[in-house]
């Protein structure tokens, strides 16, 4: 650690008034005050690690719901792409599914009839 030290405050006038001189020590009183609070943060590990911890909670809470939103867009843009898609291009599709299926089924039922013989 650096150890650096603050220019001392500047001392009141002889001829201040008792006035000056009280407001002078409750000036000083105040920078003391700040400069401990500011030395005890600093060793303070227990807050210090609770911070970080809030702020990488506050980064991955961002960044789930920048990931939720593009999901989000993908899945829009999906389904707009199936909604729009024509119905000719989707009867085939079904169509090929549904061969596939009879297909499948014509092999299981060659297969058993296979092995029942033998």
Do not use: C, H, N
Request: proline fraction near 8%; aromatic fraction near 2%; charge should be neutral.
């Amino acid at each position: 650690m650096s150890s650096t030290t603050p220019a001392p405050p500047p001392e009141p006038p002889p001829d201040a008034t008792p006035e000056e001189i009280e407001a002078d020590i409750e000036a000083a009183r105040e920078r003391l005050a700040s400069s401990v609070d500011a030395l005890a943060a600093k060793l303070d590990v227990k807050a210090q690690a609770k911070q970080k911890a809030q702020e990488t909670s506050a980064r991955a809470k961002q960044k789930a719901q920048e990931t939720s939103e593009r999901v989000g867009a993908g899945a829009q843009q999906a389904y707009e792409r199936v909604r729009t898609t024509s119905p000719a291009v989707l009867g085939a599709i079904a169509a090929g599914v549904v061969g596939l299926v009879i297909l499948l089924v014509i092999f299981v039922v060659l297969q058993r009839r296979s092995s029942r013989q033998s």
